[in-house]
T-cell receptor, first 113, second 109 residues
């Protein structure tokens, strides 16, 4: 089934540890996004990629990094996790960077202790 | 600054009609989107408006007034499965989506 796959589904992590959230899509979409969702707040954009080989910073990029080596994969790395990074993380994609119709992965629930 | 406002929570009765309002202030405008998100799940796309007026899609309709910076999502013949959060988002001049915090819709029998 075509779509976006995220891994892991959930993870508990000690503060200071490095963590990579994986995201793979098989729809050949050009644009990909990482959002975090916290209770009472809207989805907040962390990083985005308009096409393979390019990335950009969103609203809340500090403490996170991304890469886009190919069309399908868009991993998100927390270099040294802190408790404020406890959140649900959603990866999303769209066929083009100017489209607001996003397809979301199932989310990764991350708890940093 | 850019901002999306929508009610935090609404309650409606099964079989009834409910209207969820959204106001937006963005730097430029390239469309208004509604997403549905069931608890513990990912958001899924519902509707898109870029011109003024009403877009109907089955039991769901979405309205846009660009001059007023206003949209609403209308859900008819409510079913229990419609219990979810409804997210309003506006696409700004840089084609970035600005998201509201979502409206949690509770359907009662």
């Amino acid at each position: 089934i075509a779509g976006i796959t995220q891994a892991p589904t959930s993870q508990i992590l000690a503060a200071g540890r490095r963590m990579t959230l994986r995201c793979t899509q098989d729809m050949r979409h050009n644009a990909m996004y990482w959002y975090r969702q916290d209770l009472g707040l809207g989805l907040r954009l962390i990083h985005y990629s308009n096409t393979a080989g390019t990335t950009g910073k969103g609203e809340v990029p500090d403490g996170y990094s991304v890469s886009r080596a190919n069309t399908d994969d868009f991993p998100l790395t927390l270099a040294s996790a802190v408790p404020s990074q406890t959140s649900v993380y959603f990866c999303a994609s769209s066929d083009s960077a100017d489209s607001g119709e996003l397809f979301f992965g199932e989310g990764s629930r991350l708890t940093v202790l | 600054g850019q901002n999306i406002d929508q009610p935090t929570e609404m309650t409606a009765t099964e079989g009834a009609i409910v209207q969820i309002n959204c106001t937006y202030q963005t730097s430029g405008f390239n469309g208004l989107f509604w997403y549905q998100q069931h608890a513990g799940e990912a958001p899924t796309f519902l509707s898109y408006n870029v011109l003024d007026g009403l877009e109907e899609k089955g039991r769901f309709s979405s309205f846009l007034s660009r001059s007023k910076g206003y949209s609403y999502l209308l859900l008819k013949e409510l079913q229990m499965k419609d219990s979810a959060s409804y997210l309003c988002a506006a696409l700004d001049s840089n084609y970035q989506l600005i998201w509201g915090a979502g409206t949690k819709l509770i359907i009662k029998p």
